[in-house]
């Protein structure tokens, strides 16, 4: 399985101005905050553009600098920016156009600070590019607290003269800086990084891939490990066929509801097949651990829910001791197109990953922590169509483990962008899609071993890894 890290380097701009910019009539600069893009409407003037500042676009603009990434409140700026996309989602398809995406995250996209919350837009950017193919997107991190205001606003006319169409670029006093894939092999079985003693939160990682990855690193390093998920563990009845095939377990349900004279509907009997293989799943997997020499512990907590995650954490403390390491592997899909894109699926999306983090980030010492793994994905790296949502909360994971690691330069914090799996959310729909696709499936094995060698190599591990990137030509 191809590995790649993803590093940040200087490269000076090619000269040429950003496409469609020039040529059109009228360049919206959309924010919800008019006076802060007054510095940026008129160096851009200043500079040829004709750029007017608008709080909602038109809908009919052939060219649009979204700013939400330097304006827009944290919690907001995210679906702010894909309901501005809507609104032109017509336009872009029909005739194409240009959009520039604006986020601080400290131009190098390496941010030391809380600005890393904000650094999902990259994601949202290259989703766009997939999905809005005539058209010319762009995404540019720009150190607007390092250049101030004023400097900012030049550099970033500069880069809309010169830069070309380079998808994502990076501003800051230091320079000018691209993202850039270089293959990358991580080195096995490094010894004394964890041992018996530590004990790892492992969100999500009671079943599927995170499972997997778990049981292989609970057999390099005896590890203890407490995992959070939503879902209870349903007790198998007594008398049912145990069995892991969903349509004939709701037949054993179906019968059995039949002999003891209950009505049930189809979609309870959905539910109640699906919790008693999700418990029968989390039991297989603490089971698996226990056998790899490790030790496992189920705690069922929402981890986007403070109040919940706090009863956890001192849960685990109490039986098992101070937590060492996390992995963060939470996460859900409610893929739509942008165009078709809701507050509601973003905020779904965004809750375990995002919401979860920083739920985790408030009650963790991460400083203390020996290890940090985050289970992003390719879909912020390269983008995928439908899924600008997951991308972005992705994306977001990527800042944060830089942001960690400039805290905690000797830890082994990584942000792994895996491409599909053969299991986990890879259902056979799916499945069939990425064969037609010609695009490889990453094996539970690969997987699990490449996950064990980044959380080993301690600090020699890069931030940002993709694995099975061959995903990035979709």
């Known amino acids: 399985m191809p590995l790649k890290a993803v590093a940040y380097v200087s490269q000076s701009a090619i000269g040429r101005v950003t496409p469609g910019l020039r040529e059109a009539s009228l360049i919206e600069w959309v924010t919800p905050d008019l006076s802060a893009a007054q510095p940026f409407v008129t160096a851009l003037n200043a500079s040829g553009f004709r750029v007017n500042a608008v709080t909602s676009p038109s809908g009919t603009a052939s060219a649009l600098i979204l700013a ?29 156009g240009t959009v520039i995406l604006l986020q601080d995250t400290g131009g190098l996209f390496q941010p030391h600070d809380h600005r890393a919350w904000r650094g999902g837009l990259s994601g949202l950017a290259r989703t766009a590019a997939r999905e809005f193919t005539a058209a010319t997107i762009r995404l540019i991190d720009i150190d607007v607290a390092g250049f101030g205001t004023a400097l900012a606003a030049s550099h970033l006319a500069e880069e809309l003269l010169t830069g070309g169409t380079a998808p994502t670029a990076g501003l800051s006093p230091a320079g000018r800086y691209l993202p850039q894939d270089t293959d990358f092999t991580l080195p096995r079985n490094q010894p004394g990084r964890l041992g018996a003693q530590d004990v790892i939160l492992v969100t999500g990682g009671a079943r599927g891939v995170t499972a997997d990855c778990v049981i292989e690193l609970a057999r390099r390093t005896g590890a203890r490990f407490a995992l ?52 029968a799943e989390i039991r297989e997997t603490l089971d698996a651990i226990a056998r790899a020499g490790g030790e496992a512990h189920y705690i069922p907590a929402d981890v986007s829910d403070p109040a ?12 098992l001791g101070e937590i060492t390491g996390l992995v963060h592997g939470a996460g859900v899909l409610a893929d739509k197109l942008i165009r078709e894109k809701t507050p509601e699926q973003i905020a779904r999306v965004f809750g375990p990953k995002i919401g979860g983090l920083e739920a985790l980030i408030s009650q963790l010492d991460t400083s203390q922590l020996k290890t940090v793994v985050f289970f992003s994905s390719v879909a912020a790296r390269y983008g995928n169509a439908g899924q600008a949502d997951y ?45 037609e696709l010609g695009v490889p499936l990453i094996s539970k094995a690969a997987g699990a071993n490449a996950f ?23």
């Open 308 to 319: 919940a995650l706090g009863a956890a954490l001192a849960n685990i403390r109490s039986q």
């Open 391 to 435: 991308a972005m909360a992705n994306e977001i994971l990527n800042r944060m483990a830089w942001w960690l690691k400039s805290a905690n330069p000797t830890a082994a914090i990584t942000s792994i962008n895996w491409g599909p799996w053969d299991g986990g959310m890879v259902d056979d729909g799916l499945r069939a899609k990425f064969a």
């Open 68 to 96: 939400h990434g330097l304006a827009s409140p944290r919690e907001t700026l995210h679906a702010d920016a894909v309901a501005a996309l809507k609104i032109n989602a017509q336009q872009l398809e029909a005739q194409g």
């Open 452 to 474: 064990a060698d980044a959380v080993l190599a301690g600090a020699a591990c890069p931030v940002e890894l993709v694995a099975g990137a061959e995903i990035a030509h979709v």
């Open 228 to 279: 959070l998920g939503r879902s209870e563990i349903t007790p198998w009845p007594a008398g049912l066929p145990v069995t892991t095939d969903e349509k004939a377990l709701r037949g054993a349900l179906a019968k059995a509801a039949k002999d003891a004279g209950e009505k049930i509907t189809p979609a309870a009997l959905n539910r109640r097949a699906r919790a008693l293989l999700s418990g």
